[in-house]
């Protein structure tokens, strides 16, 4: 082949031939001459040709091209079978093999694809245009050697030197996580199976890529006379490969840092994870982790290598960031009816984080709490009280919409009643069992539910743009005792919403106590009647963050308001009526009564307190407020403080209170802490002493604590209190599943002001202080001898005395969720087993406005709700044909299959004859003519959508399969 087609002029030649050392200009002019004549030669020689095929052209009749295309079909005949082998292997090998694994990983892991773009879209884009790189260069490489086009300058070099380096760079990478499957996580997810299963395959066909790319460009190598167009070809290949390894190299190289920090950080030994930890903090790596925690995938190769587990990377999270990870419900409908388990609703297993997002959800724009006010009747003397919190929902966005929130309720506090008002229409609310509600849900629309130790979910009906509903929900809510003299109650609180709280927030409480107003905001005083008041306006932050607590003062009575058992609670204490009075002939004169009474103790002073305190960073809002509490706890109290902190070990062994106050400010409080740790060492030695104290002060903790830690037998069980800075985030019990020997903390008495909390609970550690406990129960006495108690006071004392026993109920091992449905709805609380529902006026219209069902024998057609349909009172005894979808979805399977058939017969034709054509057009089965590049796009085409077809139509018949049956 002539140098001359290499390049465009003799420049390049003259430059390199100049360059060498033995050069000879006699020699140089002779092959410039000849150059040159063969130019001339070649150019008369086209221009006669051109000049003769003008003629003939003119001069052609029909025979004469039917001639033409016989002599065509006989070169055809006459062309080497290896010709077409090597052609049909180029293709194959090089083009088609390279376009369907590409296709085949984004149909089959199309998630994982996503996942990779957002942790790491630059990388992933760079490695999708590599990948796509190979096909296309050996394509053109393959159509320019068939056109025998051998100009291979810069540019195609390096795409080829791309292509190479490409196929071989995923090569290596494949068989690295061939041989490191035993630990792929990736390997779980079915749906990745199929490519990461196969990995050692892909390798082998990517192999057989790159050789075939270095096979063209070998061949076109050959054509080259001059030693240095040869060498430059392979430095323009050693360029784009090298280019492509430094890329996808390059890609995961960070990843990889990251990973590997990610597992030393999670290394017990301090040394190891120290250093790591400070360089992801560094490294801001939330995003990646936020995404390695919802979904190992996102880690890409790096995951193959180092594998993390998502619980391993959820405690990585919560070092690192200070807050549980959770996955956040981007819904805008919440279920009222929890998922049920084997055991409890799922609700009462999450955390609070995880409660928030499950049953709220994100901010609704527009969606607000316009004014709300609770009103309460405080009871001190009976230590019970009954509050009302009336809401007004505005909705001011453009679309429909629901108003959620989640309250939080102290405990022992029960949820009696709701009512709503819509279109100015009273609609009280019905009390259902929580396992009957999915077959009734779409006869009701709003309601209030438990989600499990002291979380409830308020949801009203949905709001149509510009319109307003008000809803009511009353709570019966059990006063503490500070001392006898005094008694106070701690107002619900909004812990999420999905709404605006910049509203209108009044609180007005009565009670024939006096009120210690200790806020400067509230109005306290008597009316007319006697009756004492409280009133005040509630800032957002009150209503929302900040619980408030009323203190009210009261008579010091011990005996607490009894009231008869109308036969709700009888049946679970038989064993409290003696067999002997049962059985007495005055029998009549006795029966069941709920009693509630005061116990008094008197408090010891602790023989030693050990203040555990949590080392996460939101430990540093609170660090004054702290520090002035803990100066004020009474002399002569051995107090030791404790600061749970991995990172800091200033105050990692009991300190001294004055010693340790001096070093509270050396510790550098950063990111989460695990606190587990530190509480058993604190408990052990708290311990040492028969009157041993644990007092623990933390932010927001991890929901379930893996590590197990032993705890000594022969040591005191402490008493145990939990202050948690915010009240929402005190622990769960399944924080404590590994250690019953914690689980039984007392969360302390909050009022919102942390010095005044904390102030108020260290009075109690003075010797000889009254203690005081309220116990319940049931008693069998003679009921003329009862005190007169209100109506009012005896509601509250019932609907208290139920949430115990439910609660009770709910929590034993032989629970029966049946019975304790039963019980809430006789009693008429809510509970995990028992909801209240809104049946709304729209939906009792629809009862008498649609038609009934034609054709049924003695049956109707009543409507439960928007779609679905319940057919009631038919006759089965016939045959009842209502399954034709089935028929159809068989047919469109029929029609599925036989398109997928002849789809990749057509295509499998194309790439063939694209394989064995030597003409530059032909006729694919007769219809239509395209050239050979046009056939390899026609026929990959063709087989992807036929492959594609049965999975559209089966997802297209699966979304049709959950359609209303009557519409």
Same mark, same amino acid.
């Given at each position: ?325 959770? *996955? ?127 979380? $409830? ?175 004020? *706890? ?16 200033? *105050? ?63 040591? $005191? ?62 008693? $069998? ?187």
């Amino acid at each position: 082949m002539n140098e001359h087609i290499e390049a465009s002029d003799s420049s390049e030649v003259t430059a390199a031939a100049r360059s060498k050392s033995n050069f000879n200009p006699g020699r140089f002019a002779a092959q410039t001459l000849e150059r040159g004549r063969r130019t001339h030669k070649d150019d008369q020689t086209e221009a006669n040709t051109e000049d003769k095929t003008a003629d003939k052209t003119q001069e052609k009749t029909e025979g004469e091209i039917e001639d033409d295309l016989k002599r065509r079909i006989e070169d055809d005949k006459t062309n080497p079978i290896g010709e077409k082998l090597s052609n049909l292997v180029v293709l194959a090998s090089g083009i088609i093999i390279p376009i369907l694994i590409p296709a085949l990983f984004v149909a089959v892991s199309h998630k994982r694809l996503v996942l990779l773009l957002l942790s790491r879209p630059l990388e992933t884009l760079a490695t999708i245009a590599l990948c796509l790189a190979i096909p296309m260069t050996n394509l053109k490489l393959h159509r320019a050697i068939c056109k025998n086009n051998f100009v291979f300058g810069i540019k195609p070099g390096i795409a080829a030197g791309l292509a190479i380096g490409t196929a071989l760079s995923i090569t290596a990478a494949c068989l690295v996580g061939s041989s490191l499957s035993a630990n792929n996580e990736a390997l779980k997810y079915a749906q990745d199976s199929l490519i990461l299963g196969n990995m050692w395959l892909i390798s082998l066909l990517y192999l057989a890529s790159a050789f075939t790319t270095l096979h063209l460009v070998l061949v076109i190598r050959k054509t080259k006379e001059l030693d240095s167009a040869r060498r430059r070809i392979l430095a323009y290949l050693l360029m784009g490969a090298s280019a492509a390894a430094a890329v996808l190299i390059g890609g995961e190289l960070p990843t990889l840092v990251s990973h590997y920090y990610e597992r030393q950080a999670l290394s017990t030994n301090t040394k190891t994870s120290a250093p790591a930890l400070s360089f992801l903090r560094k490294a801001n790596c939330e995003r990646q982790l936020r995404l390695l925690c919802a979904d190992n995938r996102s880690a890409g190769f790096a995951g193959l290598l180092l594998p993390l587990k998502p619980i391993e990377a959820e405690r990585l999270y919560f070092i690192l960031e200070g807050k549980p990870f959770v *996955i956040e419900n981007k819904s805008e409908k919440s279920n009222l009816a929890p998922i049920e388990t084997s055991y409890l609703n799922q609700t009462y297993y999450m955390n609070a984080e995880q409660l928030k997002n499950f049953a709220i959800g994100t901010k609704t724009p527009g969606l607000t709490l316009a004014r709300s006010t609770i009103n309460g009747n405080l009871h001190p003397d009976s230590l019970s009280a009954t509050l009302v919190w009336t809401m007004v929902f505005q909705n001011d966005g453009p679309a429909p919409t629901s108003s959620r929130a989640e309250l939080s309720l102290p405990d022992g506090a029960a949820v009696t009643g709701a009512k709503l008002w819509q279109d100015g229409e009273a609609i009280e609310g019905t009390f259902l069992a929580s396992r009957n509600h999915t077959s009734q849900q779409f006869s009701y629309e709003g309601g209030v539910s438990e989600l499990g130790r002291g979380k $409830y979910l308020l949801q009203s009906p949905t709001l149509s743009p510009d319109s307003q509903v008000k809803m009511q929900v009353t709570m019966v809510m059990p006063m503490e005792l500070e001392q006898l003299e005094s008694a106070q109650i701690r107002l619900p609180q909004i812990v999420d919403s999905n709404f605006s709280l910049e509203g209108e927030h009044n609180l007005e409480l009565l009670s024939d106590n006096t009120f210690e107003n200790s806020y400067q905001a509230f109005t306290s005083g008597q009316r007319e009647d006697g009756v004492k008041f409280l009133s005040g306006a509630l800032t957002t932050e009150q209503v929302e963050s900040s619980p408030l607590s009323i203190l009210c003062k009261r008579h010091p009575v011990t005996n607490l308001a009894s009231c008869k058992d109308i036969g709700v609670f009888k049946n679970y204490f038989r064993s409290s009526i003696p067999a002997t009075q049962e059985q007495a002939a005055d029998k009549a004169r006795y029966g069941l009564s709920l009693i509630r009474q005061i116990e008094q103790t008197t408090a010891n002073a602790p023989g030693r307190v050990v203040v555990v305190v949590d080392g996460s960073v939101e430990t540093s809002k609170y660090l004054d407020q702290i520090k002035e509490s803990l100066k004020h *706890i009474p002399s002569g109290i051995p107090v030791s403080v404790l600061v749970a902190s991995n990172d800091d070990q200033t *105050i990692s062994k009991p300190e001294d209170l004055k010693v340790a106050l001096g070093k509270l400010d050396n510790v550098n409080f950063t990111g989460g802490q695990e606190n587990l740790k530190t509480l058993v060492k604190a408990a052990e030695f708290a311990g040492h002493t028969k009157e041993g104290v644990v007092l623990w002060l933390h932010g927001r903790q991890p929901a379930f604590h893996k590590q197990i830690y032993i705890i000594s037998p022969f040591a $005191y069980k402490p008493a145990l209190y939990e202050f948690a800075y915010d009240p929402a985030e005190a622990v769960d019990r399944e924080y404590f599943k590994n250690h019953s020997e914690l689980s039984t903390f007392t969360t302390v008495t909050r009022s919102g002001d942390q010095v005044a909390d904390l102030g108020r609970f260290f009075r109690r550690w003075q010797a000889g202080r009254k203690e005081y406990s309220v116990v319940a129960k049931i008693g $069998y006495s003679p009921l003329a001898q009862e005190s007169p108690t209100p109506e009012a006071v005896q509601k509250e004392a019932k609907a208290l005395m139920a949430r115990s026993l439910s609660t009770q109920l709910i929590e034993s091992s032989n629970r029966n969720p049946a019975a304790t449905a039963a019980l809430a709805a006789r009693s008429g609380i809510v509970s995990l087993d028992s909801t209240i529902l809104f049946d709304t006026s729209e939906r009792q219209s629809l009862r008498t406005n649609l038609p009934s069902l034609a054709g049924a024998t003695n049956g109707t057609l009543s409507p439960q709700g928007e779609e679905a349909i319940v057919i009631s009172g038919v006759n089965t005894a016939g045959t009842v044909r209502v399954n034709n979808l089935a028929n159809l979805e068989a047919l469109i399977n029929l029609i599925a299959n036989f398109c997928e058939v002849t789809f990749v017969i057509v295509g499998g034709v194309s790439l063939l004859n694209a394989a064995t054509i030597k003409s530059a057009t032909t006729k694919l089965l007769g219809m239509m003519t395209l050239d050979r590049p046009g056939l390899v796009v026609a026929g990959t085409t063709l087989i992807i959508v036929g492959l594609a077809i049965p999975g559209v139509l089966n997802f297209l018949v699966a979304s049709a399969r959950d359609a209303a049956l009557f519409n």
